[in-house]
T-cell receptor
Framework: DTAVSQTPKYLVTQMGNDKSIKCEQN?????MYWYKQDSKKFLKIMFS???????INETVPNRFSPKSPDKAHLNLHINSLELGDSAVYFC????????????FGQGTRLTVV | GENVEQHPSTLSVQEGDSAVIKCTYS??????FPWYKQELGKRPQLIID?????GEKKDQRIAVTLNKTAKHFSLHITETQPEDSAVYFC???????????FGAGTRLAVHP
């Protein structure tokens, strides 16, 4: 039973294209995140949503737009993809009342060519 | 904003040796101190955590120690095994806070 699942696992696309990554959690958590992990393994927070509301929006280009249709889903849409967007994107979730342990999805390896 | 630093960035040990990774943070309101392990090609997963009312916590071969005054906490792995090879991240935060800032990671290599 997958706790945090994201699709697709791999995404190869050309510069300039628009793509989406989907994330769903079945843990009943109220907070969901998107992280970007570059080739040096640095995990950088991009967005944080609590109960469908945007809480954190780090210095991320406007080309990245998160959408949370409900508490269990947080999707990431990326417009006009650039070479520098190539990375592994992780979705994660946690629950405010149960501390801060984050449960991560399997990651989406995005390659822009 | 919060500043989180991990040292060392890479660590190479022989199987059976001990490994220690240190995490220093700047937010004095932090009261939750977890360590995550990320194996190659896998997702990060919590391996041990501690809250600020406790100075040390142990779980078999791994332990976390906290020095709240000095604002640092450490991960200790004893009797290291090849399967301990991974990248380890600290993520000090406030309990229940919607923001997890991770350290830059420490790549641990355990050689047989």
């Amino acid at each position: 039973d997958t706790a945090v699942s994201q699709t697709p696992k791999y995404l190869v696309t050309q510069m300039g294209n628009d793509k989406s990554i989907k994330c769903e959690q079945n843990l009943g958590h109220d907070t969901m995140y998107w992280y970007k992990q570059d080739s040096k393994k640095f995990l950088k927070i991009m967005f944080s949503y609590n109960n469908k509301e945007l809480i954190i929006n780090e210095t991320v280009p406007n080309r990245f737009s998160p959408k949370s249709p409900d508490k269990a889903h947080l999707n990431l849409h990326i417009n006009s993809l650039e070479l520098g967007d190539s990375a592994v994107y992780f979705c994660a979730s946690s629950h405010r009342d149960r501390g801060s342990e984050a449960f991560f999805g399997q990651g989406t390896r995005l390659t822009v060519v | 904003g919060e500043n989180v630093e991990q040292h060392p960035s890479t660590l190479s040990v022989q199987e059976g040796d001990s490994a220690v990774i240190k995490c220093t943070y700047s937010d004095s309101a932090s009261n939750y101190f977890p360590w995550y392990k990320q194996e190659l090609g896998k997702r990060p997963q919590l391996i041990i955590d501690i809250r600020s009312n406790v100075g040390e916590k142990k779980d078999q071969r791994i332990a976390v120690t906290l020095n709240k005054t000095a604002k640092h906490f450490s991960l200790h792995i004893t009797e290291t095994q090849p399967e301990d090879s991974a990248v380890y991240f600290c993520a000090p935060s406030r309990w229940g806070y919607n923001k997890l800032i991770f350290g830059a990671g420490t790549r641990l290599a355990v050689h047989p």
